[in-house]
């Protein structure tokens, strides 16, 4: 099956700067590559998302870049701000039914 | 509220009791996912629906856990006889589950405790 490996497991920045988070995948299949933000307590939400036929794409202050030679995508998150602190989960889909693989998680916090 | 709706948000139980949540999909979604998210770790899958039909199951859901989506609409998970390492989030999702059309949004959650 489906392996996702994410990085880091913590990410501390300051207010303004910028962060980044790398993930990897063994399905040379997968196509489809979300991001997810979920806060403590709260649903996963779907921040972003990229096709295997485009190699960046970008929304307002975050992009995603995928590298399908290596096998890697990674967030991209310009100008943090405090309410960007959360959990980052990388994800890629497999199957039929394209069920969602996890990585395990980036908490991402921002200081003031 | 349009979004995937799930209830009980959060539920207790004593071991040995059974618990049925439920899910509510985005209304024109006919696919539905349920998941299972312990603390620090990500949402791991469990089964999925395409429309009434159960089409996978992980081989996480033991014979104690038993999904159904009858109308093709709503979806119910039970777990039977819980024991306390069902203790988790559960979480349900729903995609369009048209060709090419991969984005599942998430529900709140059932937050599961066993004692």
């Known amino acids: 099956g489906e392996n996702v490996e994410q990085h880091p497991s913590t990410l501390s920045v300051q207010e303004g700067d910028s962060a980044v988070i790398k993930c990897t995948y063994s399905?040379?299949?997968?196509?489809?590559f979300p991001w997810y933000k979920q806060e403590l307590g709260k649903r996963p939400q779907l921040i972003i998302d990229?096709?295997?036929?485009?190699g960046e794409k970008k929304d307002q202050r975050i992009a995603v870049t995928l590298n399908k030679t290596a096998k890697h995508f990674s967030l991209h998150i310009t100008e943090t701000q405090p309410e960007d602190s959360a959990v980052y989960f990388c994800?890629?889909?497999?199957?039929?039914?394209?069920?969602?693989?996890f990585g395990t998680g980036t908490q991402l916090k921002v200081e003031l | 509220d349009t979004g995937v709706s799930q209830n009980p948000r959060h539920k207790i139980t004593k071991r040995g009791q059974n618990v049925t949540f439920r899910c509510d999909p985005i209304?024109?979604?006919?696919?539905l996912y349920w998941y299972r998210q312990t603390l620090g770790q990500g949402p791991e899958f469990l089964t999925y629906?395409?429309?009434?039909?159960?089409?996978?199951k992980s081989r996480l859901l033991s014979d104690r856990f038993s999904a159904e989506r009858p109308k093709g609409s709503f979806s119910t998970l039970e777990i039977q006889r819980t024991e306390q390492g069902d203790s988790a989030m559960y979480l349900c999702?729903?995609?369009?589950?048209?060709?090419?059309?991969?984005?599942?949004?998430f529900g709140p959650g059932t937050r599961l405790t066993v004692t």
């Open positions: 999702a729903s995609t369009l589950g048209a060709s090419g059309n991969y984005e599942q949004y």
């Open positions: 399905d040379s299949a997968s196509n489809y």
């Open positions: 990229i096709r295997s036929n485009v």
């Open positions: 994800a890629s889909p497999t199957g039929g039914g394209n069920k969602l693989t």
């Open positions: 209304s024109e979604h006919n696919r």
């Open positions: 629906f395409q429309n009434e039909a159960q089409l996978e």
